[in-house]
Nanobody, 116 residues
Framework: QVQLVESGGGLVQPGGSLRLSCAASGFSFSNYVMSWYRQAPGKERELVAVIVSASGSTNYGDSVKGRFTISRDNTKNTVYLQMNSLKPEDTAVYYC?????????WGQGTQVTVSS
């Protein structure tokens, strides 16, 4: 059974940091491109960051470049999102996604709220 379980969300003040984790099981994690998306109320889901397994290359949405860092540990089947210098506009539900060719899996999401 495929599972992607996000954790690490919560309430943080502007300027603060959070580290999200996404634990994967039920598929060959190292063969999949892993990514983080987010969706704020009333807005479309948007790509935050993506990491390729073989090369470790990464790419980021323009709004998070320089503040967020995606990483993965193939020995733990886990992908991470380190979020620094958080802003109120980063408030959203954050989802991880696993993709390989035409197959995709989504997690259930974790809420991140940035507010004073």
């Amino acid at each position: 059974q495929v599972q992607l379980v996000e954790s690490g969300g919560g309430l943080v003040q502007p300027g603060g940091s959070l580290r999200l984790s996404c634990a994967a099981s039920g598929f060959s994690f190292s063969n999949y491109v892993m990514s983080w998306y987010r969706q704020a109320p009333g807005k479309e889901r948007e790509l935050v960051a993506v990491i390729v397994s073989a090369s470790g290359s990464t790419n980021y949405g323009d709004s998070v470049k320089g503040r967020f860092t995606i990483s993965r540990d193939n020995t733990k089947n886990t992908v991470y999102l380190q979020m620094n210098s958080l802003k109120p506009e980063d408030t959203a539900v954050y989802y991880c996604k696993a993709t390989r060719i035409k197959v995709s899996y989504w997690g259930q999401g974790t809420q991140v709220t940035v507010s004073s």
